[in-house]
T-cell receptor, first 117, second 119 residues
C-alpha cells in the first residue's frame, strides 16, 4: 500500500516556467514532509521540508505548500531551469519515539522533471 | 559536515562472491538506514539501526547481512546474491532524540549510493 501518492509521474516544463508536483497522504500521524531531488546515479538530496504547523515554506525558487485538512502537499519550482531536470520524490515520516518506525521515510513514486531550454 | 560517505561507488560481483558495502558518517547521527533503489523507483527501506542496534528488518533475505560496528559506521555484507539484487544501495542517517517533538523529524542525509551489479 502506497502511503504517499505522488503525481504526475513525469513533467515537462519550459525554461522559466513553474513546475508543480503534488503529493497526498492518508496517515495523520505523519508530521514531517521532505522533498528530495535525485540526479541519475546519485543519492537523493534533501531539497526542502515542512512540518504540518506551517502552510507554506519557501527556500529560493522552491516552495512547499501544505494543506493539512486535505492531507496534501506540493512542491513549486519557480523559474524552472534545465539544471532542475531530475527526479523529485516527496516523502513523509512520523514522530518515532512513540512508535517503531524510527524515522523511516515513506516515499512517493517520484516525478521525472524535464526542463527544456 | 553533512556528508554520508559510501564505498565503493560501483561494484560488480558474481553470484558466489562475498562482498561488503560500507557507509560512514561523522554527524553524530544515531539512526542509520539501508535503502535499495531500482531504476525509476523510490528507495525501499531494508534495515534501520538505532543506537547501533538493528531495530527494523523489512523482511530482507538473509543473503543481505547488516552490521553496525560503531556509531559512525554501517556495513552491508553481501553473499550469494541474485541478478535481481542489482540496484543502487543507499545509506542514510538521521539524528534521533528523546524529545518526541524533535525526535526523528529532522533531515535525513543520504549517501551517493553503491551501484551494485550481480552477474
Amino acid at each position: 500500500q502506497q502511503q504517499v501518492k505522488q503525481s504526475p509521474q513525469s513533467l515537462i516544463v519550459q525554461k522559466g516556467g513553474i513546475s508543480i508536483i503534488n503529493c497526498a497522504y492518508e496517515n495523520t500521524a505523519f508530521d514531517y514532509f521532505p522533498w528530495y531531488q535525485q540526479f541519475p546515479g546519485k543519492g537523493p538530496a534533501l531539497l526542502i521540508a515542512i512540518r504540518p504547523d506551517v502552510s507554506e515554506k519557501k527556500e529560493g525558487r522552491f516552495t512547499i505548500s501544505f494543506n493539512k485538512s486535505a492531507k496534501q502537499f506540493s512542491l513549486h519550482i519557480m523559474d524552472s531551469q534545465p539544471g532542475d531536470s531530475a527526479t523529485y520524490f516527496c516523502a513523509a515520516s512520523m514522530v518515532a519515539d512513540r512508535g517503531s518506525t524510527l524515522g523511516r521515510l515513506y516515499f512517493g513514486r517520484g516525478t521525472q522533471l524535464t526542463v527544456w531550454p | 559536515d553533512t556528508e554520508v560517505t559510501q564505498t565503493p561507488k560501483h561494484l560488480v560481483m558474481g553470484m558466489t562472491n562475498k562482498k561488503s558495502l560500507k557507509c560512514e558518517q561523522h554527524m553524530g547521527h544515531r539512526a542509520m538506514y539501508w535503502y535499495k533503489q531500482k531504476a525509476k523507483k523510490p528507495p525501499e527501506l531494508m534495515f534501520v539501526y538505532s543506537y547501533e542496534k538493528l531495530s527494523i528488518n523489512e523482511s530482507v533475505p538473509s543473503r543481505f547481512s547488516p552490521e553496525c560496528p560503531n556509531s559512525s559506521l554501517l556495513n552491508l555484507h553481501l553473499h550469494a546474491l541474485q541478478p535481481e539484487d542489482s540496484a543502487l544501495y543507499l545509506c542514510a542517517s538521521r539524528r534521533p532524540g528523546t524529545d518526541p517533538a524533535r525526535a526523528l523529524n529532522t533531515e535525513a542525509f543520504f549517501g551517493q549510493g553503491t551501484r551494485l551489479t550481480v552477474v
